[in-house]
């Protein structure tokens, strides 16, 4: 079974955290035929006025619903961010696993997702690769290797995202 969503919106509301946002459906496709099978979505969204590609596959749904755990594989590929995530997510939203990410311009792809950052020239293109840890309100790279602005690093990064600024912090390596 299938439900296709064109020109919608989903608003989401995290009443704990006293946050909202809303996200345009341009066109989106979500499938799941029973609940001993698996789920997916993929279509076009625009969030902050910027379009992305998206495709999500849980594959055992009824499980995560039930509070137990799912393998999730996750992609968005857009004009400022493309990253693709897989792990297994748990019923508190705990998701263990790898990731990939890059772009051209990392201060842009941060102003997007809401950070102040000032002008300047650096903070361009960048490539992540990591084994994540997504928790309540954070995320922790380990192992992370990172190429900006043409210099390569690697270490171990994380970011808490349950206070008024994010807080970034970590041991990177670079020649």
């Keep these: 079974k ?3 969503l064109v ?5 989401y509301a995290d009443t704990v955290a006293r946050h909202a946002t809303t996200v345009a459906v341009e066109d989106v496709s979500f499938t799941w035929a029973g609940l001993s099978d698996a789920m997916s979505a993929a279509g076009v969204i625009k969030w902050r006025e910027r379009e992305a590609d998206i495709a999500v596959a849980l594959a055992d749904p009824a499980s995560l619903i039930a509070g137990g755990k799912s393998d999730l594989r996750a992609r968005i590929k857009g004009e400022l961010l493309n990253l693709s995530a897989s792990g297994v997510v748990d019923g508190e939203g705990r998701l263990e ?3 990939s990410a890059g772009g051209a311009s990392l201060r842009e792809t941060l102003r997007w997702l809401g950070l102040e950052l000032p002008s300047g020239r650096s903070l361009a293109a960048f490539a992540l690769q990591s084994p994540l840890i997504v928790d309540k309100g954070s995320v922790s790279l380990n192992e992370v290797q990172l190429s900006l602005d043409g210099n390569e690093a690697e270490g171990s990064l994380t970011v808490e995202l349950d206070r008024a600024r994010p807080k970034v912090s970590g041991t990177l390596a670079a020649d």
């Design 7 to 11: 020109d919608g919106s989903i608003r």
């Design 97 to 99: 696993g790898k990731a």
């Design 2 to 4: 299938s439900i296709r």
